[in-house]
C-alpha cells in the first residue's frame, strides 16, 4: 500500500484526474457580441452551427467547432430576444419581446427574407425554444395576438389561412407532424386542434400528449393524457 502522500499516490491520483478531464466536455468557444450581452440562442438541426442574437441589436451565426464568426448581420431595429432555426435548417427567426414580432432571414447569410409578422410576446410565446415550422419549414406558426394563433408563408410573410382566436390563454401550441393541423393547449387544461387552411376546429379521432421531455405539451404531474380531435400522432 502506498502512503496517501507519498510520490507514487500523487502521481496515480494525477492520472486518474487528467483521464477524467480527458473524457469531460472542453470548451469550444466564449460568445460575446463586442462586449454585450447574449440575449438568445440556437443550433443548426444538421450543421455544426450556432446562432445568437445580443444587445448590441445583431444576429451572428458561429461555427461551433472554431469558434470562428461565420456572419455577422447588420444591426435590426428593434432589440432581438431570441432566435430559433426552422426544421431544415434553412431559414432563422429572429424574435423582438419588445416590439411583438418576429423577422425572417436567411440561414445561410443572414439576408432579411420577410417580415416583421406579428409574435405576440405572451402565452405560448414565453415558452419561445418550442418549434414555430411545420416539418417542410415552409409555414411558420404564431401567436398573432393574444389568444391568437396565425400561420405565415415563410418566403415572403404572407398570412395562410384566418386568423384563429382561442377563447382562453395558450400555454402551447404547434404543428401536428403531418403539417395540417394546428395543436393547441390553452393555459385551463383544454386541448384543441384547428384546420389552419379553414380557421375551424377539427373533431374526432384522439391525439395523446406525453410529458416525455420533447415535443410535448406542458404538464404539471408525471404524465398527463388528453384528449385531442386530431388525426395526428406525437
Same mark, same amino acid.
Given at each position: 500500500?502506498?502512503?496517501?502522500?507519498?510520490?507514487?499516490?500523487?502521481?496515480?491520483?494525477?492520472?486518474?484526474?487528467?483521464?477524467?478531464?480527458?473524457?469531460?466536455?472542453?470548451?469550444?468557444?466564449?460568445?460575446?457580441?463586442?462586449?454585450?450581452?447574449?440575449?438568445?440562442?440556437? $443550433?443548426?438541426? +444538421?450543421?455544426?452551427? #450556432?446562432? =445568437?442574437?445580443?444587445?448590441?441589436?445583431? *444576429? /451572428? @451565426? !458561429?461555427?461551433? %467547432?472554431?469558434?470562428?464568426?461565420?456572419?455577422?448581420?447588420?444591426?435590426?431595429?428593434?432589440?432581438?430576444?431570441?432566435?430559433?432555426?426552422?426544421?431544415?435548417?434553412?431559414?432563422?427567426?429572429?424574435?423582438?419581446?419588445?416590439?411583438?414580432?418576429?423577422?425572417?432571414?436567411?440561414?445561410?447569410?443572414?439576408?432579411?427574407?420577410?417580415?416583421?409578422?406579428?409574435?405576440?410576446?405572451?402565452?405560448?410565446?414565453?415558452?419561445?425554444?418550442?418549434?414555430? $415550422?411545420?416539418? +417542410?419549414?415552409?409555414? #411558420?406558426? =404564431?401567436?398573432?395576438?393574444?389568444?391568437? *394563433? /396565425? @400561420? !405565415?408563408?415563410? %418566403?415572403?410573410?404572407?398570412?395562410?389561412?384566418?386568423?384563429?382566436?382561442?377563447?382562453?390563454?395558450?400555454?402551447?401550441?404547434?404543428?401536428?407532424?403531418?403539417?395540417?393541423?394546428?395543436?393547441?393547449?390553452?393555459?385551463?387544461?383544454?386541448?384543441?386542434?384547428?384546420?389552419?387552411?379553414?380557421?375551424?376546429?377539427?373533431?374526432?379521432?384522439?391525439?395523446?400528449?406525453?410529458?416525455?421531455?420533447?415535443?410535448?405539451?406542458?404538464?404539471?404531474?408525471?404524465?398527463?393524457?388528453?384528449?385531442?380531435?386530431?388525426?395526428?400522432?406525437?
Amino acid at each position: 500500500n502506498m502512503n496517501a502522500d507519498s510520490p507514487e499516490r500523487v502521481a496515480v491520483n494525477r492520472l486518474r484526474i487528467a483521464s477524467i478531464v480527458a473524457l469531460g466536455p472542453r470548451l469550444a468557444a466564449v460568445i460575446t457580441h463586442d462586449g454585450e450581452p447574449v440575449s438568445g440562442a440556437a $443550433f443548426h438541426p +444538421t450543421k455544426d452551427q #450556432l446562432a =445568437t442574437v445580443g444587445r448590441d441589436r445583431c *444576429l /451572428r @451565426v !458561429w461555427d461551433v %467547432a472554431s469558434g470562428q464568426l461565420i456572419y455577422l448581420t447588420e444591426p435590426f431595429d428593434e432589440m432581438p430576444s431570441d432566435v430559433f432555426y426552422s426544421s431544415d435548417g434553412e431559414h432563422i427567426v429572429v424574435l423582438s419581446s419588445e416590439c411583438n414580432h418576429a423577422r425572417l432571414l436567411s440561414a445561410a447569410d443572414g439576408n432579411v427574407l420577410a417580415g416583421p409578422v406579428p409574435h405576440y410576446a405572451g402565452g405560448a410565446n414565453n415558452r419561445q425554444r418550442e418549434k414555430r $415550422f411545420d416539418s +417542410t419549414g415552409k409555414r #411558420l406558426l =404564431t401567436q398573432s395576438a393574444p389568444n391568437t *394563433l /396565425r @400561420v !405565415w408563408r415563410t %418566403a415572403n410573410a404572407s398570412p395562410l389561412g384566418p386568423a384563429i382566436p382561442l377563447d382562453a390563454a395558450i400555454a402551447w401550441m404547434n404543428f401536428s407532424p403531418d403539417g395540417e393541423t394546428i395543436l393547441a393547449l390553452t393555459q385551463d387544461g383544454k386541448p384543441t386542434a384547428w384546420d389552419w387552411q379553414t380557421g375551424k376546429e377539427v373533431e374526432s379521432p384522439t391525439l395523446e400528449f406525453r410529458n416525455s421531455g420533447r415535443e410535448s405539451a406542458p404538464s404539471s404531474g408525471s404524465e398527463r393524457q388528453s384528449r385531442l380531435a386530431s388525426a395526428a400522432t406525437i
